[in-house]
């Protein structure tokens, strides 16, 4: 089934950017895909939040990748931040019917939502439900707001099989740990202490290594994607992880 989680770990960044200082660590051939999916097994397709894309894009992007590669791809602002959760049906199908292109190697969809958007219970159930109609797949959700962070809603969001983002820096006192669902984490490492430019530690990569490889042996999917892309740092410490995962 499209989506659908599997028990490992998926190390990524925001994009497939190659940065020039890091252009030797990858093969010379093929586009930035291709040399890109050298290296990495997953990443976030981030321009989808700002436009649409053809579902011959999405295959052609499939088609570029080994086997094992999966695609995490964020939801369209016109739905979160500008509809905010209503009046979503066109889009959102839209939406579902363009990354279906991905086939099997498409990953969760990513749900970020406005620091503004509080939890309305009536409107959220109606976009998951409305949701789950037509998406059987992974869903990880990153809200801001701090109504997310509540018993309630992280019972709301395992009934309905999502999990929370853990995100650095973290909004929220909650928000740096995973919630919700549990059959999946979804780490977003966005940089600190400056949010899309600094780099991590190699003290903060090994810790993020055993994070990822206890929840995998707790039976969880366990993704990391590196989102301080500002600087170029995400490449250096996604290659730093990789291998630091592989050793």
Known sequence: MLGRSEHRIFVGTAAWAI?????????????????????????????????????????????????????AVKMPKTITHEARLRDFDEPLQR??????????KLGPILIQLPPSLKFAPADVRSFVERLRESFAGDLVWEPRHASWFTADVDAFLVEHRIARVAADPKPHPSAGTPGGWTGLVYYRLHGSPKMYYSAYSQDVIAETVKTLRDHVEASRAAWCIFDNTAAFAATGVALSTSKLLQS
């Not at 999916?37 to 999405?58: C, G, K, L, M, Q």
């Not at 939406?95 to 099997?104: K, Y």
Request: charge should be negative.
């Open 95 to 104: 939406f579902l019917e363009e990354i279906a292109g991905l086939g099997h």
């Open 19 to 71: 940065p020039k200082q890091y252009d030797d660590a990858f093969p010379s051939e093929g586009s930035h895909l291709v040399r890109y999916a050298s290296r990495f097994d997953s990443v976030e397709i981030n321009s989808s939040f700002y436009r649409p894309h053809r579902v011959s894009t999405y295959q052609r992007w499939a088609g570029d990748v080994p086997e094992h590669f999966r695609f």
